[in-house]
T-cell receptor, first 113, second 115 residues
Framework: DQQVKQNSPSLSVQEGRISILNCDYTNSMFDYFLWYKKYPAEGPTFLISISSIKDKNEDGRFTVFLNKSAKHLSLHIVPSQPGDSAVYFCAASPFTGGFKTIFGAGTRLFVKA | NAGVTQTPKFQVLKTGQSMTLQCAQDMNHNSMYWYRQDPGMGLRLIYYSASEGTTDKGEVPNGYNVSRLNKREFSLRLESAAPSQTSVYFC??????????????FGPGTRLTVT
């Protein structure tokens, strides 16, 4: 039973355009949501997070939107750059027991120059 | 700061052999984690150590043991490797004691093949 789902294995976007990566979750006890980026042969790196009490968090070109009623979050990258090409993992963490972060399967983003 | 380091980077084992994956962090983080990544399945938690002296099972602990040697080091041991343990293993650490967003810092990974 996947509690965090990323239904698109891959996404291709033109440089300069918006990239939208989606994530759905099933457990209403999740309190924080995170996005990690992973390049080949490297470990994931933390990108941005959002608390369940917010509906938007922005950091430079990256914005995460949270829709709690739909149990859905999305990561927007504007404008997309070739260096953004990577695998993006959505993750969710409960407030108590926050050690047990649950990761989605990842979406591979290709940004074409 | 090296961040989180893992050794070895690559390893090939025969079924039944044992090995220990080493992990160290120099960020003075309290919590450390071991994950495995398999195609189409994201990262799955094997074991974690909330703080020095404690360890707990994650989602997929069977076939593994861990040791939190000190605050810096957290090792993962495969006592009798099986082909199902072929995977990429990541060690991670975090500052927060399981509170808040608890963003984690990952090592570069160990690619393990069991034949």
């Amino acid at each position: 039973d996947q509690q965090v789902k990323q239904n698109s294995p891959s996404l291709s976007v033109q440089e300069g355009r918006i990239s939208i990566l989606n994530c759905d979750y099933t457990n209403s006890m999740f309190d924080y949501f995170l996005w990690y980026k992973k390049y080949p042969a490297e470990g994931p790196t933390f990108l941005i997070s959002i608390s369940s009490i917010k509906d938007k968090n922005e950091d430079g070109r990256f914005t995460v939107f949270l829709n709690k009623s739909a149990k859905h979050l999305s990561l927007h990258i504007v404008p997309s750059q070739p260096g953004d090409s990577a695998v993006y993992f959505c993750a969710a963490s409960p407030f108590t027991g926050g050690f047990k972060t649950i990761f989605g399967a990842g979406t591979r983003l290709f940004v074409k120059a | 700061n090296a961040g989180v380091t893992q050794t070895p980077k690559f390893q090939v084992l025969k079924t039944g052999q044992s090995m220990t994956l080493q992990c160290a962090q120099d960020m003075n983080h309290n919590s450390m984690y071991w994950y495995r990544q398999d195609p189409g399945m994201g990262l799955r938690l094997i074991y974690y150590s909330a703080s020095e002296g404690t360890t707990d099972k994650g989602e997929v602990p069977n076939g593994y043991n861990v040791s939190r040697l000190n605050k810096r080091e957290f090792s993962l041991r495969l006592e009798s490797a099986a082909p199902s343990q072929t995977s990429v293993y990541f060690c991670a650490s975090s500052e927060a004691l399981g509170q808040g967003a608890n963003e984690q810092y990952f090592g570069p990974g160990t690619r393990l093949t069991v034949t």
